[in-house]
């Protein structure tokens, strides 16, 4: 709801925003958030597509920062690559923003018409 | 010009804390009729605002018009506090909220000198699934949808 942000942030969340602008790929975010670090065998399971186009949206978000991959064993790992916390705080962050905004509206709203 | 301090004492709240320059009677009538809420808030609801009334209205955010809003009234203490819960960040449309725990907002008035402290209190975000939280990426990236196809149709009809 908010547009804040300098330019040069919106550039750095361009990969991102392409990245996300895929219903499975932010399905695999949302599992990987929900469900903390996965292999690709659990990633996918129950999966509408094959594991090959699954690897390949991994490697896609890993490419944009989101995620990322260690080895353990002969299989790759995927995280999450913002923590919870991270993620948590920068959402309050976007809240608090829409939360200021409404605030400035509600003052102009109280003090221009007493 | 924002004179809103914030305070983050958690990953579950949210506090601001501001002083209005107007009467706390003035304050509360803008908070509380759903007229004036919808006026400064940017939603259009349907009906009054009353303790234990489920209170629904669109936004009028532009790009926003097809997001239904919805507020389960709390509490109303005359001039001093107001809650409700809702689903915070209930933007998306084709995403249904309801199975998900609500966030509580307060706020809560008080006088000074013929001015108004006003503090929202927004709690409960702990409990929301960690998958809306990572919207936080799509949130920031939202407004950025909204300029491109603000650009596009600026575009399209030059």
Known sequence: MSRTGSAARRVDAAPVFAALGDATRLRLVARLCDDGPLSIAHLSEGAAVTRQAITKHLHALADAGVIRGTRRGRERIWELQPKRLEMAQRYLAQVSTQWDAAIDRLRVFVEENP | ?????????????????????????????????????????GVKLEG???????????????????????????????????????????????????????????????????????????????????????????????????????????????
Do not use: C
């Not at chain 2, 199975?99 to 006088?111: G, K, Q």
């Open chain 2, 48 to 158: 009054a605002i009353a303790e234990g009334a489920a209170v629904r209205g669109r936004l009028t955010h532009p790009g926003y018009e097809n997001v239904t809003l919805e507020m389960l009234v709390e509490r109303i203490q005359p001039e001093s506090l107001f809650s409700y819960r809702w689903h915070p960040g209930a933007v998306d449309a084709s995403v249904d909220y309801t199975p998900e725990p609500m966030t509580l907002v307060e706020f809560r008035l008080d006088e000074e000198g013929g001015e108004t402290i006003l503090t929202v209190v927004e709690s409960g975000f702990d409990r929301l699934p960690a998958s809306r939280r990572a919207e936080a990426f799509r949130m920031n990236d939202g407004g950025w949808t909204s300029q491109l196809k603000r650009i596009e149709k600026y575009v399209t009809n030059g």
């Open chain 2, 1 to 41: 010009m924002t004179t809103v301090n914030m305070e983050m004492t958690s990953t579950d709240r949210i506090e601001k804390r501001t002083v209005l320059r107007a009467p706390r009677s003035r304050v509360w009538r803008a908070i509380t009729n759903a007229d004036e809420f919808s006026a400064w808030f």
